[in-house]
């Protein structure tokens, strides 16, 4: 089974899940990011991935984020920046992938896969952790099982 196979179609028929999918998928599973790494999926370097975890428990990971058996390492730089303000995968993601005025309407993600640099991408990334600093730890965005419940 090729890699292109092992997507998980993270909607299963829920409208608002649909519209996640659509906007930060497709979606490997622990097995498909493995094999997208050549490891197993006990060994994925968790902390280094962007990790999204359905309201059952299903722990996916934007397939995007992976490239020629590895991690795009401007994807791991932007979410160690990000760290300070968000552990929650979701908001990860979505924010890597909503079109921004800054990037000429592209995407962080977009922007990356083009090669046009990471320095605009870490400026927006430092904004978004000064936006939330004196903001109190409960209310900063933490990892949550499902998507958000706001629409994308």
């Known amino acids: ?4 196979e092992r997507w998980f179609d993270v ?3 829920t409208p608002a899940l649909s519209e996640w999918d659509a906007l930060i998928g497709p979606f490997y599973d622990a097995d498909a990011a493995a094999l997208a790494l050549g490891t197993c999926p006990r060994l ?20 995007w984020q992976f490239q020629d058996r590895a991690l795009y390492s401007e ?3 932007l979410k160690r920046q990000l760290a300070p303000a968000t552990e929650d995968g979701w908001t990860i993601a979505w924010w ?5 005025r800054e990037l000429n309407n592209f995407s962080v993600y977009s922007w990356i896969r083009a090669a046009r640099g990471l320095d605009i991408p870490l400026d927006l990334a430092r904004a978004f952790v000064a ?12 990892r949550r099982t499902g998507p958000p419940d706001v629409r994308p």
Do not use: F, Q, W
Request: hydrophobic letters at 30%.
């Open 11 to 13: 909607s299963r028929g």
């Open 131 to 142: 936006e939330t600093e004196g903001v109190p730890s409960a209310r900063r965005t933490r």
């Open 75 to 77: 994807i791991v730089e």
């Open 44 to 63: 994925l370097p968790r902390e280094r991935l962007i990790e999204t975890r359905t309201s059952d428990g299903h722990c996916l990971y934007p397939a």
């Open 96 to 100: 890597m992938k909503v079109r921004r």
């Open 1 to 4: 089974m090729s890699i292109n």
